[in-house]
Antibody, heavy 122, light 107 residues
Framework: QVQLQESGPGLVKPSQTLSLSCTVS??????????CSWIRQPAGKGLEYIGR???????NYNPSLKSRVTISVGTSKNQFSLELSSVTAADTAVYYC??????????????WGRGTLVSVSS | SSELTQDPAVSVALGQTVRITCQGD??????ASWYQQKPGQAPVLVIF???NRPSGIPDRFSGSTSGNTVSLTITGAEAEDEADYYC??????????FGGGTKLTVL
């Protein structure tokens, strides 16, 4: 059973860069048609897709966040990271990492981390 | 606003059947997946590829498609099914999106 765990600062100052890591255990992220992804959820609101990366390094980002987002694979193959620059209070949310299967018109996020709350405040 | 439209709230009597719907133009071309989220917990995949259940998901959960609308049906709702439910697919630009979510209350 694949398990994911998010880690990173719980508080970021406005205009700074939010940085989170996701560690994957119990399985490989290097599977055909699988991607490492990030999703966020502001308190009391719905889920928002942030973006994904393949183990080959190709990325896809939510157009509304694309100018501020970078997702990368870590030096150890079982880690990947999220950076979100120029944050504001609107970026305060629970951030989830998840594995995404995507192929031939079928997408699904099958394994999720427990999520980590990131607050943007001075 | 999401291009996948869900009713904000739905209720069902204990033991009865409930259908939660998700409407979107691209659902004609892409399948949808469904997630259950209970308070303070991460979402859990319950249906993928229109009507496939991951291991461990009870068979009272099923999915279906009709035109540009996909549905999650719970047959014989139990108290533990009370949760928020989100659909996931693609928007008109082909980007991954989630529906706005449906809060299911089991009466």
């Amino acid at each position: 059973q694949v398990q994911l765990q998010e880690s990173g600062p719980g508080l970021v100052k406005p205009s700074q860069t939010l940085s989170l890591s996701c560690t994957v255990s119990g399985g490989s992220i290097s599977r055909d048609n699988y991607y490492c992804s990030w999703i966020r959820q502001p308190a009391g609101k719905g889920l928002e897709y942030i973006g994904r990366i393949s183990t080959g390094g190709s990325t896809n980002y939510n157009p509304s966040l694309k100018s501020r987002v970078t997702i990368s694979v870590g030096t150890s193959k079982n880690q990947f990271s999220l950076e979100l620059s120029s944050v504001t209070a609107a970026d305060t949310a629970v951030y989830y990492c998840a594995t995404l299967y995507s192929h031939a018109g079928v997408d699904y996020f099958d394994f999720w981390g427990r999520g980590t709350l990131v607050s943007v405040s001075s | 606003s999401s291009e996948l439209t869900q009713d904000p709230a739905v209720s069902v009597a204990l033991g009865q059947t409930v259908r939660i719907t998700c409407q979107g133009d691209r659902l004609i071309y892409y399948s949808a997946s469904w997630y259950q989220q209970k308070p303070g917990q991460a979402p859990v995949l319950v249906i993928f590829g229109e009507n496939n259940r991951p291991s461990g998901i009870p068979d009272r959960f099923s999915g279906s498609t009709s035109g540009n609308t996909v549905s999650l049906t719970i047959t014989g709702a139990e108290a533990e099914d009370e949760a928020d439910y989100y659909c996931n697919s693609r928007d008109t630009s082909g980007d991954v999106i989630f529906g706005g979510g449906t809060k299911l209350t089991v009466l």
